[in-house]
């Protein structure tokens, strides 16, 4: 659909960008966002979920926590061509930090799904503010307030409707955490 774009100046592709985000609906904006980027052809992945909070992880399995058990938790969307790399990654970089891996969701178009799955989150202003990790001091982005969300079930629910908009079948598959 936007296979022209690879051949506009950088101003040209800014100035369509602003254009885009006032007048496509999301699926079609986040394509075309997607499109506008400096060309790579999309492999296939997975988008996973994942969440830290002040709390323990019970039984190494991803469990929600009760209001008891936490003040805050933060979740994130992420994309990857290899779990268990990036899994490796946080284990490795993020030492200290309590990650709770939750699930992970195959994709054609992982790139693509993670895009979408952020516009929904901004729309529903559930993102959090980029702070220090205490175990690698970078300010990962891309935290979803678990209150505004509703939880791994509700971004679950907007993974599984991208998903089914992009003419995916959903297939939620359990994360357990160990590495």
């Known amino acids: 659909m936007f296979d022209f774009v690879h051949s506009l100046s950088e101003s040209e592709r800014q100035r369509l960008l602003r254009l885009i985000r006032k007048i496509l609906d999301p699926v079609e904006r986040a394509e075309a966002i997607y499109n ?5 052809p999309e492999v296939p992945g997975v988008v996973y979920t994942n969440y830290r909070a002040n709390h323990k992880i ?40 309590d990650i709770a891996w939750a699930y992970y969701y195959p994709t054609n178009r992982p790139k693509l799904l993670e895009a979408l799955v952020h516009l929904s989150v901004r729309a529903r202003l559930a993102n959090r503010e980029p702070y220090p990790c205490h175990g690698c001091g970078k300010r ?3 935290h979803s307030s678990w209150e505004r969300i509703g939880g791994l079930e509700g971004m679950a629910e907007i993974i599984e409707y991208w998903q089914r908009r992009l003419g995916e079948p959903s297939d939620r598959r359990p994360m357990y955490n160990s590495v």
């Open 36 to 40: 506008l980027q400096p060309y790579k």
């Open 58 to 97: 019970l039984d190494g399995v991803a469990t929600a926590p009760t209001d008891e058990e936490v003040d805050w938790v933060d979740l994130k969307a992420g994309r990857t061509n290899d779990i268990d790399r990036r899994r490796g990654e946080y284990t490795r970089d993020c030492k200290g930090e």
């Open 140 to 142: 990962h982005c891309e």
